[in-house]
């Protein structure tokens, strides 16, 4: 399913509406959260409906699907950083619930994903079609690993860095086949940067070179875009 918003913020709401609703109707649940700016404005909503209709994490768990390599603890562009500032530090989740995976420790996140699945997985898009950091080429069958960051990823997410500061060439993400084994997942498309990459996604051949497109594999899949994200959809 594909539902297209007028705007920008219209989408970010609905975006942060399921995912509200999904959690008031099993409050221990587990959620795959991701990063970007496309989830700043999804994380200020949650957290407002936290503040005013006391939506609540207290017994929820999280997996975040990737994190830079070689940053040093408490770097203002890691994505531990990033969740803490938009969503956890504003939020009643207990400090342990929520995870992100170490680049040390592969299997181990995989383990304790497993323990539990993940209910609720949201996804942003790559300009290159890549959820989370899988980026073009990646197989199906991947698993949470280091990969190597495409050159237009590391371009886009120099916003994140202070001048000077090369982004990290590598990252940890949960692979391909952790995505899809979440029994729900809900991906979020914003800004006519992302409309090549939707269209290739959801209408173009379901291949590696565009990550997003292995998507339509799983049966539970709904797809939140504003109409700059939209345009290339038939
Ligand atoms: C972030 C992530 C990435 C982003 C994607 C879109 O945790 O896994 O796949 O969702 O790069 O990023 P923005 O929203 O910054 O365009």
Redesign the pocket.
Known sequence: ACDVLPDRQAAETEFARRIAAKVRRKPDMVLGL??????IGVYRVLVAMHRKEGLSFAAATSF???EYCGLPAGHPAS?ASYMREHFFAHVDMPPGSAHLPDENACADYEAAIAKTGIDLQI?????NG????NEPGAPVTSRTRVVELAAA?RT??QRDFPAGEAVPARAV?MGIATILAARSILLLAT?P??AEALAAALEGPVTPQNPASFLRLHADVTVICDRDAATLLS
């Open positions: 991701a990063t970007g700016n496309s989830m975040n699907l990737d994505f996804l942003g898009i790559g300009r890549h959820i989370g950091f990823t886009a997410n993400t800004g940067a992302k």
